[in-house]
């Protein structure tokens, strides 16, 4: 059963304009939630993080929300640029001891110059 | 070299082999761990080790055998695997394994493993 889901396995997105990925998750005990970017050969890439405490984390022109009560999350870039084309993973966690990360399947993001 | 590094990138076995993956970090962490990431599926954590202690070990088959000489290596140590195996296997390392779920993970590019 799969806890952390991104339905999504692909979006296309115009450069300039905004690209949104969503992400749900179905454990409550999850309160930090993480998203990870990686490129062909490459491995996963931190990008941005929220803990529950928060609703929104902002950074540059990445954002991430967190709609508890749905458990749902989002990441939203703004603008969008071809150098952001990429496999995005939204990963979750539960606090308080050794809490292993859990992984969504990713969603390929292309951006078109 | 900086980072996480992992050898060989890509590796054709047949079934009956026997053959190690490694992986090393520069970056001073504490805890190192081994992914296994199928086509469609999510990151599968398989084996953790904290200060080179094993504290983690997700139910894997036996035909996986991980080693952690030190803080700065991790091995996958493979015999008779199956073709369903065929995967790619990211080791990652974190700094302090005490909050693993909130501490940043930073991965290696991974080796994509093909068993014949």
């Known amino acids: 059963d799969q806890q952390v889901k991104q339905n999504s396995p692909s979006l296309s997105v115009q450069e300039g304009r905004i690209s949104i990925l969503n992400c749900d998750y179905t454990?409550?005990?999850?309160?930090?939630f993480l998203w990870y970017k990686k490129y062909p050969a490459e491995g996963p890439t931190f990008l941005i993080s929220?803990?529950?405490?928060?609703d929104k984390n902002e950074d540059g022109r990445f954002t991430v929300f967190l709609n508890k009560s749905a458990k749902h999350l989002s990441l939203h870039i703004v603008p969008s640029q071809p150098g952001d084309s990429a496999v995005y993973f939204c990963?979750?966690?539960?606090?308080?001891?050794?809490?292993?990360?859990?992984f969504g399947t990713g969603t390929k993001l292309q951006v078109i110059p | 070299e900086t980072g996480v590094t992992q050898t060989p990138r890509h590796l054709v076995m047949g079934m009956t082999n026997k053959k190690s993956l490694k992986c090393e970090q520069h970056?001073?962490?504490?805890?190192m761990y081994w992914y296994k990431q199928s086509a469609k599926k999510p990151l599968e954590l398989m084996f953790v080790?904290?200060?080179?202690?094993?504290?983690e070990n997700n139910s894997v088959p036996s035909r996986f055998s991980p080693e952690c000489p030190n803080s700065s290596h991790l091995f996958l140590h493979l015999h008779t695997l199956q073709p369903e195996d065929s995967a790619l296997y990211l080791c990652?390392?974190?700094?302090?394994?005490?909050?693993?779920?909130?501490?940043?993970?930073?991965f290696g590019p991974g080796t994509r493993l093909t068993v014949l």
């Open positions: 929220i803990s529950s405490i928060k």
């Open positions: 990963a979750a966690s539960a606090s308080g001891g050794y809490q292993k990360v859990t």
């Open positions: 080790y904290s200060l080179e202690e094993r504290v």
């Open positions: 990652a390392s974190s700094q302090d394994m005490a909050a693993w779920g909130t501490d940043t993970q930073y």
């Open positions: 970056l001073g962490h504490n805890a």
């Open positions: 454990n409550s005990m999850f309160d930090y």
